[in-house]
């Protein structure tokens, strides 16, 4: 969308306040801060808001105030708009008209998520498709617990699913400290996994062997988890 036609937080505050009197910039920033939004940045650093991003408020002030819908459904029912599903016994405006665009210029790889074709992501359309807060996602990124695809700025199904777990750990009171030992432990898997396959490494079917022993090494570690979690 061309910048023209975008609008800052200022500018979208009086276009809901007639419908929504009691609404803020504090409330449209806190929305954000939740992942259910996620306007632009300009080379400035402030927001700007596209049509949809406003569509997308006014559903959820809408979903509060009429069905005192909490945010987790309506983050839940966004979700699967920006997947290209319609959510049962949607309420409301025409949910389609909801899903998060491509990003502003300069626009990115579109993210696919067909059979066989790798999941590419933009920062914003992460945000918005995991539900994690940009507050936590930087705090994600800083630990390096989400880094982008090697050579670009996008990110793969990984990030996505890092992001979504991390996001559910937080109800359990578990935050990046506790994000960072899976990290390691991960890590010390992995080195494992990669010491087995030195001798492998001139087979031909190397990968096959190096999903295989993945898949074993997983395998264990959830059966293990559950048996000590059990006792």
């Known amino acids: 969308m061309p910048s023209s036609q975008l609008r800052s937080i200022g500018e979208v505050l009086p276009v809901l306040k007639t419908e929504f009197p009691d609404l803020s910039i504090s409330k449209i920033r806190y929305l954000e ?35 005192y819908m909490p945010l987790k459904k309506i983050r839940e029912r966004l979700d699967l708009v920006d997947l290209g599903l319609e959510p049962a016994g949607a309420e409301g405006p025409d949910l389609q008209a909801l899903a998060t665009p491509p990003a502003a210029e300069p626009q990115p790889e579109p993210a696919s998520s067909s059979p066989g074709k790798p999941i ?8 918005t498709k995991s539900g994690l807060s940009e507050a936590a996602l930087i705090e994600m990124e800083r630990q390096q617990l989400v880094v982008p695809r090697a050579g670009t700025a996008l990110f793969g199904s990984e990030a996505l699913m890092t992001c979504v777990v991390a996001r559910k750990l937080q109800a359990y009171g578990m935050d990046t400290r506790h994000l960072r030992a899976i990290k390691q432990s991960a890590e010390r898997e992995a080195g494992m996994i990669e010491q087995a396959i030195v001798p492998l490494r001139r087979r031909p079917q190397v990968a096959e062997n190096l999903q295989e022993v993945t898949q074993l090494v997983l ?3 959830a059966a293990l988890m559950y048996s000590v979690l059990h006792d």
Do not use: C, K, W
Not at 120 to 127: A, G, H, K, Y
């Open 120 to 127: 590419r992501l933009s920062r914003r359309e992460l945000i």
């Open 33 to 67: 801060g939740e992942g259910l939004i996620a306007p632009v940045r300009a080379s400035s650093g402030y927001r700007r808001y596209s049509s949809t991003d406003i569509d997308r408020l006014r559903y959820i002030l809408r979903m509060q105030r009429d069905y």
């Open 219 to 221: 395998q264990a570690h």
